[in-house]
């Protein structure tokens, strides 16, 4: 290597952090920081906000696949340049908005926006796009797709996040593993393993740092063995809660599986404080097939606990607020999902979750 | 490139309405004038379609950094390179965004313009912990393609056990139940932990995430170990000509049904002149009438932000909700900002010295306790922090002279300060 390649090789890093926001910031945005005084929704897919100084800004949110190819941005790019001010951002939920401050402009972005494939909508009493993780595409320890699940499930629900059909707002998550990256949503679509991890006896010793894996399982049923004359690791199977959380610090201990992998169904988690407390989601459903490329038995359950949800909740009652009011009975008859005993918590402060009084609906 | 990979079943993505992401690698692989970037997603294409067939993920960690870091790459190498070596290196390089997720499309073409230099082609805005994702690089044109975008203005994000990453709403930018600078915050929080972002040395991650408002709009509770929530401490404005709008444009009993028996605390109470009566005292500030009468209702003028610690998802002990450790705090000057640095130092310090290794702070506080994290990083007892006192008796009390002294003439300082 020559003495110039070395020194390139070693450039030091700018450490300049968090960029600042305001040098891309839409310049109405800019002078009516912190001073905006009310916000309406023209129509799905938009909002209006106008600021105490009489300014108004106009935004169009569109969803995306997620995982940009590079042509793509360059199109969402273009159509920023030419039916808006060049100023966007993005959701945490990926969708992009464009922030324009002329009503004229909104209806040509939003046809052009169409016309290339992206679809308006997400916002107020919709079905937001679903936030994902990496899945098969990219993560080290997925049990199954994220972006397929997504891409699939949208199509099917392409009507409510168009449209404004819900009571309130509905959150959905995905995530490939039980450690659940996706996070809390009105509905989860998560990962559920059914069978202890088949162990590489041969590779443990090599790839793992043993008292670390020992550490990771959450009910201390791996313990350190000698197998085949090599240090390993073995896992009680009876103790073995199937969570996986042993994979990723040791990779052969192989916790996915084509047949044992299922797919569970949550609903009722809500990051807002609005009316109740924030809430953790709750299992309704699981077994479900792991069934790519468009897992039809998920994309059916979910259907129906949306329909069962627009049908009988009222307005601005999130699914947490109407299982509240209805009782969990109710969501299982309402939904046509089996109650079973796996519904019932057996974690750590478990009573806490069971019904200690004889408030019960007849 | 080699002969395209078949992909049946990846092919039954491109259906439907939804922008699909597979038609994009497809048109990597197909339209890309650049061949390194045309065989990458053919190559990736196969992988994925062999997944989808065996029902299996193929990527392996590994250890890929730039010079000087030690987080911020997510290395992946293919187990089945063998078969796809278009795409047997395929790390995704973790870019902080400016807070608050704003881009000129002439910053975005640029980014996307570096990447097609250096990688695949693909990006993510955003992943699940804030940051952009630029996904597929090989290890020698991770630096490269580092080197070109840290010299006009971005940086690498946390991986592994740092400083993460953070995250903030929309905030004071655009909306009107802003209650608080997001942006200054998030920026002041993670740029005084640059080293710590980059170099992981902590027992695992620590977020931070910030929401104008108690909506919270970034699920700070239930995702970060420290959130900061602005609320305000004096009474709501209420607009009463807006109010009376609302009840003739909607009604009495949708505005009874919606808004005022909807209140968790029993607050409001519609007058007979369908004007609108607020019980302050005992607002909580759920957010919930603001949010269905935004033109009537707003926040009041006394702003600030709640803090809240130990949020987290399920690994190990099972998800856990942020809890509160400041109840209000101001966040106007800068010294206002010093405390809240301060804060979180003594917090990450604190959680550094006594975490076990994988133990996210939530946890670590409920290993110990919470009385044991405060006298920890120095903050003292509050009524606001618990739903309820204590239902058990099994606790030793020898010392509660001495708290009760103190509580009493901590009153008396607070008040003789207000």
Known sequence: MSEQQAEQANRPPIESGCPDAFQYMHPVMRKNYGQWAYHEDPRPGVLKHVAHSGDAIWTVRAGTQRILDVTSLNILCDIGDKYADGYVRFTIRSNIEYMIDQESKVGPLIVELEKNGFVVGGTKNSVAMISHTQGWLHCDIPGTDASGVVKAMMDEVIDEFKGWNMPNRVHMTTSCCQINCGGQGDIAINVQHTKPPKINHDLVSNVCERPSVVARCPVAAIRPAQVNGKPSLEVDEKKCICCGACFPPCPPMQINDAEHTKLSVWVGGNHSNARGKPSFQKLVAAGIPNNPPRWPEATAIVKKILRAYRDDARDWERISDWVERIGWPRFFELTGLPFTKFHINNWKGARNSLNASTHIRF | ?418
């Open chain 2, 1 to 418: 490139m080699a002969d395209k990979h078949k992909t049946p079943m990846l092919d039954e993505l491109e259906h439907g309405p939804w922008p699909s992401f597979i038609s994009g690698f497809k048109r990597l692989r197909d339209q890309h004038p650049n061949e390194r970037i045309s065989g990458m997603a053919n190559s990736l294409l196969g992988q994925l379609e062999h997944s989808y067939e065996t029902r299996k993920g193929y990527w392996k960690g590994g250890t890929v950094s730039v010079f000087g870091y030690g987080s911020g790459i997510i290395p992946r190498f293919s187990e089945v390179g063998d078969a796809f070596p278009e795409s047997k290196e395929f790390h995704t390089l973790r870019v902080q965004p400016p807070a608050g997720n704003y881009y000129t499309t002439d910053m975005l073409r640029q980014l996307g313009e570096s990447w097609e230099k250096h990688g695949s082609g693909l990006q993510t805005f955003h992943g699940q912990t804030g940051n952009i994702m630029f996904i597929g690089s090989t290890t020698e044109n991770t630096q490269h393609f580092f080197d070109e975008i840290n010299e006009y203005g971005w940086d690498l994000g946390g991986a592994g056990p740092c400083v993460r990453t953070g995250m903030c709403c929309v905030g004071a930018a655009r909306c009107e139940q802003s209650n608080i600078d997001e942006i200054k915050i998030h920026r002041t929080l993670l740029n005084n932990f640059t080293d710590d972002v980059h170099r992981p040395a902590l027992p695992y991650k620590f977020k931070f995430k910030v929401s104008g408002c108690p909506n919270d709009c970034v699920n700070s509770i239930e995702r970060a170990d420290c959130a900061i929530i602005g609320t305000w401490r004096d009474d709501m404005k209420v607009d009463q000509d807006e109010v009376k709008d609302f009840v003739e444009t909607k009604g009495r009993k949708y505005v009874i049904d919606n808004v005022i028996t909807r209140c968790p605390t029993n607050c409001l109470s519609l007058n007979d002149d369908d004007t609108l009566e607020v019980d302050n005292r005992n607002c909580v500030k759920c957010m919930h009438c603001l949010n269905v009468m935004p033109k009537a209702l707003s926040p009041g003028d006394d702003k600030g932000a709640t803090i809240l610690m130990g949020g987290k998802r399920t690994l190990k002990v099972g998800d856990l909700m942020g809890t509160v450790i400041i109840p209000f705090m101001k966040l106007d000057t800068e010294e206002d900002y010093e405390k809240l640095t301060e804060l979180a130092e003594e917090t990450i310090d604190f959680w550094a010295e006594n975490g076990l290794e994988h133990e996210r702070c939530g946890e670590m506080i409920e290993r110990i306790g919470l009385v044991n994290f405060l006298d920890g990083i120095g903050v003292d007892v509050d009524p606001n922090m618990v739903a309820d006192p204590t239902t058990s008796s099994y606790v030793r009390m020898d010392g509660w002279d001495d708290e009760a002294e103190k509580w009493f003439k901590d009153k008396l300082q607070s008040s003789a300060k207000a």
